[in-house]
């Protein structure tokens, strides 16, 4: 009998300005077959708190495209953060429940415009029903447009179980991803520099001339520049995509997993904080831990840990409120993260900007000494 099957996938990236009201990309994205296909609208309420004309704008365009989709029904609005990965019965979201109750079927599209949350409970809701729906993305923020959202992963938290984000989830490549720089607009302060962080880190990892134009940039970046924060974006969400098609491992079969550089500990500050700290501020945090960590076993060049830590309190990272919780705590994120990766502990590293190598041992004294002055760094802001 035969035993091997290929799939091929298709991951699609589009950037577009004004993709709701001029752009072309994103309704190409929603056609299915023939006849217009009903389309569940699911919107991060964040967005429409921002953008009172939101619920309006996606009204007009489904009448204006009435002969490629039929709205299932008015938007379901999802709470922005970690609120919508919560739950007492994670199985059955809000958004599977609308799946069954407003005729969602596999020829139905599940369109999300949101943060990374959003997009990762909504996409979770459509890869688990009816075995996968159709699901476009669409990030409306900085984190979202760079990275959470231009991944192939979905998922929510397991509640009240420690160690619990992301414990459900799927891998699943949705339709199409549209990004548009034109809602990062209204985004506060925290969200429009929350992505930085994970531009930072790709840089870091793969890409030292982004972590040059950053620097150089940092500036223009704070006083909210569009264009460049459009270009950061864009730059961040390429390779992000290259990891994924060409790296070899999209599903992350393997242990090594270089795009979760100092997201262990950011992790477990998440949780540990109830989700009171951002994830752009917590990656900030831990990507600094890992860095001291490094210089401190030999790993790291010297000096790259001041370099970032200037550079994240330039951009306004490493001043949110840490209260109560102490480094023995957040180091029990290696832990978990050693569980999550299936045994062995496997944690990026950076030998200097776009050299990363992969550690197996991280020594203890090393990296409670990191998180005890990346917790006073950023309680004294300076």
């Known amino acids: 009998m035969p035993e091997c099957f290929a799939m091929d996938h298709r991951h699609r990236v589009v950037f577009e300005h004004d993709a709701l009201t001029a752009g072309t990309a994103l309704i190409e994205m929603l056609r299915v077959g023939d006849a217009p296909a009903r389309t569940l609208f699911v919107v991060d309420d964040g967005l429409v708190a921002s953008r009172p004309d939101m619920l309006s704008t996606l009204d007009t365009f489904a009448r204006t495209h009435a002969d490629i989709i039929t709205p299932a029904g008015h938007p379901l609005l999802l709470p922005g953060g970690e609120a919508c990965k919560q739950g007492t019965d994670p199985g059955m979201t809000p958004v599977v429940d609308a799946i069954r109750s407003r005729g969602i079927c596999r020829r139905s599209t599940v369109l999300v415009l949101g943060g990374g949350a959003v997009l990762d409970a909504a996409g979770f809701g459509a890869a688990v029903a009816h075995r996968g729906v159709r699901l476009v993305r669409m990030p409306t923020t900085t984190l979202a447009q760079g990275d959470a959202g231009v991944g192939v992963k979905n998922g929510v938290n397991m509640p009240g179980v420690r160690g619990g984000k992301n414990l459900l989830g799927t891998f699943d490549v949705p339709v199409g991803v549209l990004n548009d720089p034109t809602l990062l607009t209204s985004l506060d302060d925290v969200h429009w520099r929350a992505g930085l962080a994970e531009s930072i880190k790709v840089g870091l990892v793969k890409d030292a001339a982004l972590l040059d134009a950053i620097e150089q940039d940092a500036a223009a970046l704070t006083n909210r520049d569009l264009p460049t924060m459009t270009r950061v974006i864009e730059r961040t969400a390429a390779l992000h995509v290259a990891h994924i098609v060409d790296g070899g491992d999209p599903f992350e079969r393997e242990r090594a997993r270089p795009l979760d550089f100092g ?120």
């Open 263 to 382: 997201h262990w500990m950011a992790h477990e500050l998440e949780a540990t904080s109830d989700w009171a700290v951002p994830h752009g501020e917590a990656v900030a945090m831990g990507m600094c831990v890992d860095l001291l960590i490094g210089e401190a076993m030999g790993i790291t060049e010297s000096g790259l840990a001041e370099r970032m830590q200037h550079l994240l309190r330039e951009l306004g990272f490493l001043q949110w409120p840490v209260r109560d919780v102490g480094p023995d705590t957040l180091l029990d994120g290696l832990e978990h993260f050693r569980q999550h990766l299936g045994g062995e502990l496997t944690v990026c590293m950076i030998q200097s900007p776009q050299h990363a190598v992969d550690v197996h041992a991280i020594d203890a004294g090393a990296a409670r000494s990191a998180v005890s002055t990346v917790l006073d760094v950023n309680a004294s802001g300076v």
